[in-house]
């Protein structure tokens, strides 16, 4: 018994013995050891090793480990993608979705900017202030017709949008997905008619709309 279960074992490691490990890299760096990972692609742990790269690796957004039977690995990282400008007084970097600092690979590339005060921020690290998670939340659920020129503080409890010539007042703790979407139900309302306002204050049950 013991012998064919070792004969087994030895049959499956050998149809099924990683030969060849592809990283599809495009212009990501990722250094990945061969040596210490298994070699039996059947049974290769693929999330536990996509968790590991991305613990290494915070600046990638997802690693797709894909298996292509018999002998081959395929490993894709996925970069993060700029969202956002953050402006800290003089300091201004790239945020992604989820608030994390990356690279200004292209500062040509026009992108919204949240402006408040705070401390330097690194490449790397991922913002968690609430502000700017708010921000990111309201510019994501924002339909791409209305570009967002700028965030920034109001006062304790409310910011500003800026969209073209367009100043929103919305509340901190508001729900951005339900704001974004009456903002965008009233602007499209006024470009039919011809006329945008100047002011939208959304922090009441009734938006207060404002005409210069």
């Given at each position: 018994?013991?012998?064919?279960?070792?004969?087994?074992?030895?049959?499956?490691?050998?149809?099924?013995?990683?030969?060849?490990?592809?990283?599809?890299?495009?212009?990501v760096l990722l250094s990945i050891n061969e040596k210490e990972l298994p070699r039996n692609l059947l049974f290769f742990p693929s999330e536990k090793l996509r968790i590991q790269l991305l613990q290494e690796n915070p600046l990638l957004h997802d690693i797709q480990i894909r298996k292509k039977f018999p002998h081959t690995l395929t490993i894709e990282p996925i970069q993060r993608m700029g969202a956002v400008r953050l402006?800290?007084?003089?300091?201004?970097?790239?945020?992604?979705?989820?608030?994390?600092?990356?690279?200004?690979?292209?500062?040509?590339?026009?992108?919204?900017?949240?402006?408040?005060?705070?401390?330097?921020?690194?490449?790397?690290?991922?913002?968690?202030?609430?502000?700017?998670?708010?921000?990111?939340?309201?510019?994501?659920?924002?339909?791409?017709?209305?570009?967002?020129?700028?965030?920034?503080?109001?006062?304790?409890?409310?910011?500003?949008?800026?969209?073209?010539?367009?100043?929103?007042?919305?509340?901190?703790?508001?729900?951005?997905?339900?704001?974004?979407?009456?903002?965008?139900?009233?602007?499209?309302?006024?470009?039919?008619?011809?006329?945008?306002?100047?002011?939208?204050?959304?922090?009441?049950?009734?938006?207060?709309?404002?005409?210069?």
């Amino acid at each position: 018994m013991l012998i064919g279960s070792l004969a087994v074992v030895y049959i499956v490691n050998s149809i099924f013995d990683i030969r060849t490990i592809e990283v599809i890299s495009g212009n990501v760096l990722l250094s990945i050891n061969e040596k210490e990972l298994p070699r039996n692609l059947l049974f290769f742990p693929s999330e536990k090793l996509r968790i590991q790269l991305l613990q290494e690796n915070p600046l990638l957004h997802d690693i797709q480990i894909r298996k292509k039977f018999p002998h081959t690995l395929t490993i894709e990282p996925i970069q993060r993608m700029g969202a956002v400008r953050l402006v800290r007084g003089e300091q201004t970097v790239v945020l992604d979705w989820q608030g994390v600092v990356i690279p200004d690979t292209d500062e040509a590339v026009a992108l919204p900017k949240i402006i408040q005060s705070g401390e330097p921020a690194h490449i790397g690290q991922k913002i968690t202030d609430y502000i700017v998670r708010q921000s990111l939340l309201f510019i994501q659920h924002l339909d791409a017709r209305w570009s967002v020129d700028f965030v920034e503080m109001r006062d304790e409890e409310s910011f500003i949008v800026r969209i073209g010539k367009i100043d929103s007042v919305i509340s901190q703790d508001a729900d951005m997905k339900v704001i974004a979407a009456t903002l965008q139900t009233l602007l499209e309302g006024f470009r039919i008619k011809g006329t945008l306002p100047s002011v939208v204050d959304l922090r009441f049950d009734k938006p207060i709309v404002t005409f210069n």
